[in-house]
Each structure stands twice: as structure tokens, then as C-alpha cells.
């Protein structure tokens, strides 16, 4: 394998990237489709250890992630996945998904044993068969699992990281440690408290993973940092520790979290964040930092791609046209009812500031049976037994992990105020529901689905002008009229 790349010149990036989105929406079935068109496929690498577990137990239709797993370098780490979670028959109607292990900043082998394998296995499912690109999109906030998740993805030869939802200023030194073996310290951040708020320093030691079994060289993947202004990225690119390998410029429009407005949060009669002008990003800054760059959030036409080329950026991120698309990994009752309601015009999309335990604003589609309906929500029991998105608070008895979406009586004990709670969801669930992988829960209750899309669905009309079914292909080529203009001009 080779070593690690110096840094491609832009015209060397494809010009679309399909989006990492959601828990699973983009899984590995897209985005081997997207790379397959030569363009970047992206897989979602939030929660793939959970994922991991829950597909084995339902049977590995396919046999899909065993195939995967007969690709590990080291036979017995994968072998001790398939021991505690495959069940070849699945599991019976009301049978609870088998738990999995929560990662922590102290470290703990089984945790980060399936986080590197949940990696490896979206990666190397979503480049088999094809010599395109793959990427990986990875949350910023989630910094337990990024150093054992990045290298179970850099095993699988993944070609990018994208990372986004905070500040990603370690994630470039990280990937090339990774790729050398060497023991990782990432700090993670502590909420602020009366016992102060000094980063944990989470170890990983991938060479002692694998037991001294190491497969060779490993090749770095390029870092690409998610930002939504030039500020930030200005910040991660004057130094060379910090500086990724280019940006995604990401706005309010696109789907999942978004970053605030700029200053004083305000509301509008809906109750959404309302964004301004000092929210737009400034392409002329962007372009002078001499780092390739794509926009997301509402690129969905030939016309913004075209654009996009013609203001100096790389290309284009894209996500709803492909979250809608049939390789996508949105269960299809839940596709289909979204695909139904935009093509009537019906279609709510509410950019919630409440509904994530991040603080991000989160949009939130209005679907029956998922919680976005009050009712849903309101029946739905508190339970945080996935725990993705805690941060680590140090307490007088140590170190606590807390989630304002878990139970309001466990969040204050822990020293959160109730008040932070209200409105708040369990994405970790929601998420996996929306992917057809809830959790069932005693008394017949399933966990119900959470789902997100963009806001702007406007490609949809000419995309699929009667409501027909279409491919990640469809996108691909559609789109690509965008990059020809450009380049036959």
C-alpha cells in the first residue's frame, strides 16, 4: 500500500461529494454507488459499532458484513463480534437488540474493539468491487470514538475524512499518527463546571488493537474540515498541525445539525433560528486560504454546481437528492412517506433548536409515526443506553457523562439543569429507527424513527418530475451538466 499522500491538487478531488448522513442514510450501498460514478461516496461514521451489532443480529441478510469481517487483518477480533452478536435465524418478534459497550475517555478494549471493526466494515463494504473514492463523515462532538473509529476506516483504506460539528483541529495530526501506528492522545472536552473544565486525554494505542499483527503500510486519507465560515476555517489552516486538506463550507439549508447564527440567538414566528448576512460565507476569503473547498446546503441543481466551479470552489456537497435516492439506507416506508409529502407540497421541515442535545439546531421532518408528532415524543420513555452524544462533566465523585436528552432526574444529578432538557431528543435512537435498526423495548414498544432532511427540496420536481423512483446515478449525471458547463467554457 502506499504511503501517505501529500495533498491533491484541486483538480485531482472529485467535484461532488455525496453527503454523510444521518445514522446509516448513507450507508455503504450509496455511497459504493456515488464512487462508482466517480465521484465521492460518503459513508456516515456515527454509531457504525451499533450498527455493526444490530445487523448481525438480525442475520446479516447477505451476508454483507461478515464477507467484511473475513477482511480483518486480525481473524480473532472480528471472530469475537461475530461470537457475541450474529444470529443466523435473527431474532425473534419483541426480542431486545443484544447492548453493545460504551466507550470511555479511560479507554476500554470491547468499546473500541467494535468501533474499529464498525468501521472497517462500512469502508471496506462501500469500496469493494470499484477503484473510486470513499469517504468517511465523522461528528466532531462524538470524541470518544474518532481515534478508534478513524482507524477502522484507515484499515479499510478509506480515502477521505470529513469531520464536522465543532472544531476539528486534531483530526488532521490524528490521521497521520493513525496511519503510522502510533499511540494517539485525543482530548476531549469537558463541560465547563465547579470542577473545572481541563480536557480528558483519551489514549489509543491502534498497534497494541491488533496485537503487533500490523498489515503493512497504511495510507493517510486527506482530512476534509466541515465549517460554516471563513473564520473557522481561517483558524484551522494557519497552522500546519491543524490544517486540513480542504473544507466543506456547510449553511443553514443543509439537513442534520447546523451551526447557529452568528451572535444572539433569534427566532422567528416558527420558533427557528433566524440567520443573516453575517452568516453567509465570504468564497473570496475561502479561496484565498489556497485550499480546495466545496459548499453545501442547497447546491441541488446543475445550475449551483456550475456556480459553485465558477466562484473557485472544488464542487459541491450533496445530501437530500441522495438520502431520497433508492441506494439510500432511510427505511422506505419512511422515503417513501417523505418522497409523497415534498411532491405534494406538504412536506414540513422544521430547523428545531431544541431537539439536539448538542445545542446545533437540528432539522427535524414532520413525518406521522416518527417524533417529530408531540405525541410520539410525549410517549416515548427517557432512556440514554446508547450515549453517542454524552460529554464528560468531572463531578465531585469523578468523571460523569451526561446527555440532556437521557432522563431529566439522571441529567441533574448529575449536575445539569432540568431547563436544558426541555425539548431535547435522543438522536442515538431516533436515528437507528430511522434505518430500520430500533431498539424494542419491553410491552411491545419500539423505539420510533427520527428523521432529517435538508430544507430545500426544490430538485426534486426536475429530478423526478413524476414522482418516479430514481438512483444515485440519476443524481450523479444530473448534476454533472453543472461541471460540464464549467469546463467546456
Excluded at 252 to 262: V, W
Excluded at 285 to 299: D, E
Excluded at 302 to 315: C, N, Q, S, W
Excluded at 430 to 436: C, D, E, P, R, V
Aim: net charge negative; aromatic share 6%; proline share 8%.
Amino acid at each position: 500500500m502506499p504511503q501517505t499522500p501529500t495533498n491533491a491538487p484541486a483538480a485531482q478531488h472529485p467535484w461532488l461529494i455525496q453527503g454523510g448522513m444521518g445514522v446509516g442514510v448513507s450507508g455503504w450501498r450509496l455511497a459504493r454507488a456515488v464512487s462508482g460514478e466517480g465521484q465521492l461516496g460518503v459513508v456516515s461514521g456515527t454509531a457504525l459499532d451499533v450498527v455493526l451489532a444490530r445487523v448481525l443480529q438480525t442475520g446479516d441478510p447477505g451476508g454483507h458484513a461478515r464477507r467484511a469481517l473475513a477482511a480483518f487483518p486480525l481473524p480473532e477480533l472480528a471472530q469475537s463480534a461475530l461470537d457475541l452478536y450474529f444470529r443466523e435465524e435473527g431474532l425473534a418478534d419483541g426480542v431486545a437488540m443484544r447492548t453493545t459497550p460504551r466507550l470511555r475517555a479511560t479507554g476500554g478494549s470491547q468499546a473500541e474493539i467494535l468501533t474499529v471493526l464498525g468501521n472497517f466494515v462500512e469502508v471496506w463494504l462501500a469500496k469493494e468491487g470499484h477503484d473510486g473514492v470513499v469517504g468517511i463523515n465523522y461528528l466532531e462532538k462524538i470524541q470518544l470514538a474518532t481515534a478508534p473509529a478513524m482507524f477502522g476506516a484507515i484499515l479499510a483504506g478509506v480515502d477521505y475524512v470529513l469531520v464536522g460539528a465543532g472544531v476539528p483541529g486534531q483530526i488532521p495530526a490524528l490521521a497521520s499518527r493513525l496511519a503510522r501506528y502510533e499511540r494517539c492522545v485525543t482530548n476531549i472536552h469537558v463541560e465547563a463546571g465547579p470542577h473545572g473544565d481541563e480536557p480528558l486525554e483519551h489514549l489509543f494505542d491502534p498497534a497494541a488493537l491488533l496485537a503487533g499483527h500490523l498489515p503493512g503500510p497504511l495510507r493517510r486519507p486527506h482530512v476534509l474540515a466541515i465549517v460554516s465560515l471563513p473564520v473557522l476555517a481561517t483558524y484551522l489552516a494557519r497552522d500546519e498541525i491543524t490544517r486540513p486538506d480542504g473544507f466543506v463550507i456547510e449553511t443553514s439549508q443543509a439537513g442534520g445539525h447546523s451551526a447557529p447564527p452568528r451572535g444572539p440567538m433569534k427566532l422567528d414566528e416558527d420558533g427557528e433560528p433566524v440567520y443573516g448576512p453575517r452568516d453567509s460565507p465570504d468564497l473570496a476569503k475561502m479561496a484565498a486560504l489556497g485550499l480546495p473547498f466545496w459548499l453545501a446546503g442547497g447546491q441541488a441543481s446543475p445550475e449551483a454546481v456550475a456556480g459553485a466551479l465558477a466562484e473557485g470552489a472544488a464542487g459541491v456537497q450533496i445530501g437530500s437528492a441522495f438520502a431520497l435516492c433508492e441506494e439510500s439506507g432511510m427505511a422506505r416506508h419512511l422515503r417513501e412517506e417523505l418522497l409523497d409529502q415534498a411532491h405534494a407540497g406538504t412536506l414540513s421541515v422544521r430547523n428545531d433548536p431544541e431537539a439536539s442535545p448538542t445545542s446545533f439546531p437540528f432539522k427535524v421532518a414532520d413525518l406521522p409515526g416518527t417524533v417529530s408528532e408531540p405525541e410520539v415524543s410525549e410517549a416515548r420513555r427517557r432512556v440514554c443506553d446508547l450515549g453517542f452524544l454524552r460529554t464528560p462533566v468531572r463531578g465531585p465523585r469523578g468523571v460523569v457523562y451526561r446527555c440532556a436528552a437521557e432522563p431529566v432526574a439522571a441529567y441533574v444529578r448529575k449536575g445539569g439543569q432540568a431547563s436544558d432538557t426541555k425539548g431535547r431528543q435522543c438522536l442515538c435512537n431516533g436515528l437507528l429507527a430511522t434505518i430500520g435498526l430500533a431498539q424494542r423495548r419491553p410491552h411491545g414498544r419500539v423505539e420510533p424513527p427520527l428523521v432529517t432532511i435538508g430544507k430545500d427540496l426544490s430538485f426534486l420536481p426536475r429530478l423526478a418530475p413524476n414522482a418516479e423512483p430514481y438512483t444515485a446515478a440519476d443524481v450523479v449525471h444530473w448534476l454533472a451538466a453543472g461541471a460540464d458547463r464549467t469546463a467546456g467554457r
